[in-house]
């Protein structure tokens, strides 16, 4: 049960990094950049992937590239969401995004559309809403409409990325080797991004993205020990993980960072960890 446990932290971690980027003045773009270096470093030394294995005429490759280019963007989506939204409704915006695939699956695959799976779904989306929701009054900044469009583009980027890393298993990519590929086409994009804008390092920066690879590879590889632990049960695996990311990021921001929410936002993420058990068979 260690391997949860330490894929949600990480996970929750993940996003507190984000949150406390700005007060530490650290360059998020930088960070996350680091974090690619990171990361694509111990997917090589812990899975040993073997990348000339998608030299195969069966990769899509176009998938790896648009990966690569969805990676660092939803990634700085994210942070911009935890910044202007918080903690709590950008981690629930991020896992709601798993119901994306199960739309997918029906609408673009032609898979038969269980009573669960619709009743999941359509309360996903109501809970989406109730997460979007916010207050009708905007300031001159126009930070209330930022926020609602950066949780969107957070359920709709890590919902498109889960999307393309299935179509990529279906098309028989070893997924070590396609993660170390996308790690490495989007660490290329994001230090290609910093080089025209002559983004000035720090060592600060440096530090965060190291800690921030750190968690974001942990989260990834406890999940998959996860499911190696319980090869019989990934219903478990599926629904601890999402709702303890859930409520555990609900715990973190609203109880330590005092983000405050409506009560429509409370609605929402009710509804987001009920979606989830509905889905369970």
Not at 147 to 156: D, F, G, K, M, P
Not at 164 to 192: D, E, H, M, Y
Not at 232 to 254: C, K, R
Request: net charge positive.
């Amino acid at each position: 049960m260690y391997t949860l446990i330490i894929s949600v932290a990480c996970s929750v971690a993940v996003s507190i990094l984000l949150k406390i980027a700005r007060r530490q003045n650290i360059q998020i773009d930088q960070a996350i950049a680091i974090n690619y270096v990171v990361a694509a470093s111990l997917c090589l030394l812990i899975f040993r992937p073997q990348p000339a294995s998608l030299l195969n005429p069966s990769t899509p490759w176009w998938v790896l590239i648009v990966l690569g280019v969805l990676l660092p963007v939803v990634f700085l989506a994210m942070a911009g969401a935890v910044r202007q939204a918080g903690i709590v409704l950008s981690d629930a915006a991020q896992r709601l995004s798993l119901f994306l695939p199960l739309i997918a699956a029906f609408i673009l695959f032609g898979e038969a559309l269980s009573a669960s799976k619709g009743i999941g779904i359509a309360v996903a989306l109501v809970a989406l809403g109730c997460l979007l929701a916010r207050p009708r009054q905007t300031d001159a900044s126009g930070q209330v409409g930022r926020s609602a469009a950066l949780l969107l583009a957070v359920w709709l980027g890590y919902g498109t990325i889960d999307i393309l890393f299935k179509q990529l298993a279906k098309s028989g990519a070893a997924f070590s080797s396609s993660l170390f590929v996308t790690f490495i086409l989007a660490g290329a994009l994001i230090f290609l991004y910093l080089l025209v804008k002559r983004s000035i390092w720090t060592r600060r920066n440096i530090v965060a993205g190291l800690v921030l690879g750190v968690l974001n590879f942990g989260n990834i590889y406890f999940y998959i020990r996860a499911h190696q632990v319980f090869p019989q049960n990934p219903t478990l695996v599926f629904s601890a993980m999402n709702i303890g990311v859930i409520s555990l990021g609900t715990l973190v921001g609203a109880g330590f960072f005092k983000e405050k929410l409506l009560w429509i936002n409370a609605v929402g993420i009710a509804l987001a960890i009920a979606a989830i058990v509905v889905l369970i068979p």
